[in-house]
């Protein structure tokens, strides 16, 4: 089941990235994070930006509304979208066939 949690600022839901992909996609779960494959490759924080960009794009809000919280340095994340509610992530993940 996919973890998510909502405060004040917005809401909180894992990701677990796979870079290197052939395309920008959602592809399922991971344990509780939704897995997110993206061609972008793991270094300079090009995979992140990318996450950020993919998710933005997926939830229809600007960029600057997703931000990673946790998670950096590896493929498991933590990100916070604000203003967005809890029921808008598991929608997507829903249309996803997560």
Request: glycine fraction near 8%; aromatic fraction near 4%.
């Amino acid at each position: 089941m996919l973890w998510v949690r909502e405060d004040e600022n917005g809401v909180l839901f894992k990701v677990r990235v796979q870079p290197r992909a052939a395309k920008n996609q959602l592809a399922g779960l991971y344990e509780d994070a939704l897995r997110v494959r993206l061609t972008a490759p793991p270094v300079d924080g090009e995979a992140n930006e990318a996450c950020r960009v993919f998710l933005a794009r997926l939830l229809a809000v600007p960029r600057s509304q997703v931000d990673i919280v946790s998670g950096h340095t590896g493929r498991n994340k933590v990100i916070r979208v604000a203003g967005a509610k809890r029921e808008k992530i598991i929608a997507l993940a829903g249309k996803n066939g997560v």
